[in-house]
C-alpha cells in the first residue's frame, strides 16, 4: 500500500527520531504541500513516531507523551487534527495501561481505564465530520467493543486488540485494509464490533 | 485440522457470519476453522448483496434522511406488515441502548452500513472461496460507490432478464439435467412440508425440463435460489445453513451433510448427514 503519502510519512518519521528532544520546526514544510490532503499523512507520521515511557499507575506502561505541534501551519484545520492526534495518542497510552493491568489482574485499573478510554473516544467521535468515513468506521468497532462491557472482566488478549488496533489501524487516513484489519483483530479476542447489528437473523 | 474437508456456506450463514450475534458469529467462525476449503457461491452472493446490503443500503438512505431515531423507527414501521422482514431486520440493527444523542447514533449506524456496503462483501470474499459455475450475472455484480456521490451505491440490474448476455443460469441449468431430473422425481413424490419455495423449485424445474427457451424470463435467482444454490453446492459434500425447511430437502437429493446454525444461542449445531 505505498504510495506517496507514505513515502512523506516515513521521511518524517526519520527526522522526528534524529531530533527526538526539542520542536521540530523543519516539519513545517512538509505539513504545508500542497499534495497531502488536510496534512493528515505529516501528523499521521509524527504520530507514530514516539514511544516514550510515561509515569502511568503502571510504571511499565508505554504511553506517548509527545505533544504535537504544527508551527506555521496555523490554521483551525491544524489545530483540529493537532487535537486528534493528542487524543488518539491519549487512547493508546490508556489502552497500553490496560493491557498491563490484564495481564497482572488489576482489575480496578482496568475498569477505571476502560471507562476513561470509552471517554476519550467519545470525545474522538465528536471529530468525525472532519475524518474519512474509513476513520469513523474503525472508531465505530472499537466504541461498540467497549460499549456496556465490564472492563473489569476484560482479558489481556482484548485489551491488546484494543492496544493495536489504536496503534496500528485507527491512523488519520486509514484505508480499506485497516478498517477490514480492526474489525478481525477486535472480533478475534471475543469483541463485539457491531453491537446495534446484534440478532439481525433472529426473524429468519 | 482434518485433511480434505471442505465447506458450502449459504446465503444465510454468509449473512450470519457478519452481522449475527457475537455468539453466533464465533460458533460459526469456530466451523469454518475446521475444514481445509470453505466456499459459497454466485447465486448466494447475489442473495447476500440483494438482502443484506440493500437493507443497509435503506438504513443508509433514512439515516441521511431522518433527523432523529425516532423519526427512523416511524418510517420503519411504515414497512409493516408488507416489508416486516425488512423491518425486522432494520428494527434490530437498531437495537441498541446507548446514552448517544440523536445525530450521533444516527452516525454510527451510518458508519456500520457503510461498512457493509464497501467492505461487507470483501470480509466474506477473505474468509472463503465462490464457486463461479453457474454464472450468475447479479453474484458477479459488485456493489459499488457511485462515482462523485455521497452514499449513493449501485447494485447493478436486480433481474435475471435485465442482465444481457452476461448470464450463465440457462447454461448452468443445462450442464445439470441429471440434477434437475432428481429435483424433480423427489419434489412430485414430497407429499406434506412442501413450503412455497420448493412448490415454486418444482414448477420451474418442470418448465425447464420441458422447455428451457425463456426460462429467464422467469427470474431464477430471484424466484428459486435455493435451488440454484443447492446445485452450486452439489460438489461440496458438507452444506452449511440457518435455513432448515428448504435446505434438508436438497441436501438429500444431492447426498450432503447438512449442517444447521440454529439462531438461539442456547441450541447447539445440528449435523444431518445425508451423504451415506
Not at chain 1, 11 to 37: C, D, I, Q, W
Not at chain 2, 213 to 225: A, D, F, H, L, Q
Request: include cysteine.
Amino acid at each position: 500500500m505505498l504510495n506517496e503519502g507514505y513515502h512523506f510519512e516515513v521521511k518524517v518519521a526519520e527526522m522526528a527520531v534524529l531530533n527526538s528532544t526539542g520542536e521540530k520546526e523543519e516539519r513545517a514544510e512538509f505539513v504545508l504541500t500542497p499534495t497531502v490532503e488536510k496534512n493528515t499523512l505529516v501528523h499521521e507520521g509524527r504520530s507514530t513516531v514516539y514511544s516514550t515511557p510515561s509515569k502511568t499507575l503502571s510504571s511499565e506502561a508505554e504511553g506517548v507523551t509527545q505533544k504535537h505541534h504544527v508551527k506555521g501551519l496555523g490554521s483551525a484545520l491544524g489545530v483540529i487534527q493537532n487535537q486528534i492526534l493528542a487524543l488518539q495518542d491519549e487512547a493508546r497510552r490508556i489502552a497500553s495501561i490496560m493491557r498491563l493491568a490484564a495481564a497482572n489482574n488489576e482489575r480496578e485499573t482496568l475498569g477505571i481505564e476502560g471507562t476513561n478510554l470509552n471517554e476519550v473516544l467519545t470525545t474522538l467521535w465528536g471529530y468525525r465530520k472532519e475524518q474519512s468515513d474509513e476513520w469513523g468506521m474503525i472508531l465505530t468497532f472499537l466504541q461498540f467493543s467497549l460499549s456496556e462491557s465490564v472492563y473489569e472482566k476484560f482479558s489481556e488478549e482484548q485489551c491488546s486488540s484494543i492496544a493495536k488496533v489504536l496503534q496500528k489501524h485507527l491512523r488519520l487516513l486509514p484505508d480499506e485494509e485497516d478498517v477490514i484489519a480492526a474489525r478481525k483483530i477486535l472480533e478475534q479476542s471475543g469483541l463485539d464490533t457491531l453491537k446495534p447489528l446484534t440478532g439481525l437473523l433472529d426473524s429468519d | 485440522m482434518p485433511s480434505g474437508t471442505a465447506l458450502f456456506l449459504d446465503t444465510t450463514i454468509l449473512i450470519a457470519r457478519l452481522v449475527h450475534r457475537k455468539d453466533i458469529r464465533s460458533s460459526i467462525v469456530d466451523r469454518l476453522s475446521g475444514y481445509d476449503y470453505v466456499c459459497t457461491g454466485l447465486v448466494a452472493i447475489k442473495e447476500f448483496n440483494g438482502a443484506l446490503l440493500k437493507d443497509a443500503y435503506y438504513l443508509l438512505k433514512l439515516c441521511q434522511s431522518c433527523n432523529t431515531v425516532n423519526d427512523v423507527m416511524r418510517r420503519l414501521e411504515g414497512l409493516v406488515p408488507r416489508q416486516l422482514r425488512k423491518f425486522m431486520r432494520c428494527f434490530q440493527m437498531l437495537g441498541t441502548a446507548t446514552e448517544e444523542d440523536d445525530r450521533s447514533q444516527l452516525d454510527h449506524l451510518r458508519c456500520l452500513t457503510l461498512y457493509l456496503l464497501k467492505y461487507g462483501l470483501k470480509e466474506i470474499e477473505e474468509s472463503c472461496d465462490v464457486l463461479r459455475q453457474s454464472s450468475c450475472a447479479m453474484g458477479k455484480t459488485k456493489v459499488v460507490a457511485k462515482p462523485g456521490k455521497v452514499d449513493e451505491f449501485d447494485f447493478g440490474p436486480a433481474k435475471c432478464s435485465k442482465t444481457g448476455n452476461e448470464c450463465g443460469i440457462v447454461q448452468f441449468l443445462l450442464d445439470n439435467l441429471e440434477q434437475l431430473q432428481t429435483i424433480q422425481e423427489y419434489l412430485k413424490k414430497l407429499d406434506s412440508g412442501k413450503t412455497d419455495e420448493l412448490k415454486r423449485a418444482e414448477e420451474f424445474v418442470e418448465e425447464f425440463l420441458s422447455d428451457s427457451g425463456g426460462i429467464r424470463s422467469k427470474e431464477p435467482c430471484t424466484t428459486v435460489g435455493d435451488l440454484l444454490i443447492a446445485i452450486e453446492s452439489q460438489s461440496i459434500r458438507d452444506f452449511y445453513t440457518i435455513n432448515l425447511a428448504e435446505s434438508q430437502h436438497f441436501c438429500k437429493i444431492l447426498k450432503q451433510k447438512l449442517i444447521l446454525r440454529p439462531t438461539s444461542s442456547s441450541r447447539q449445531e445440528e449435523v444431518y448427514d445425508f451423504s451415506r
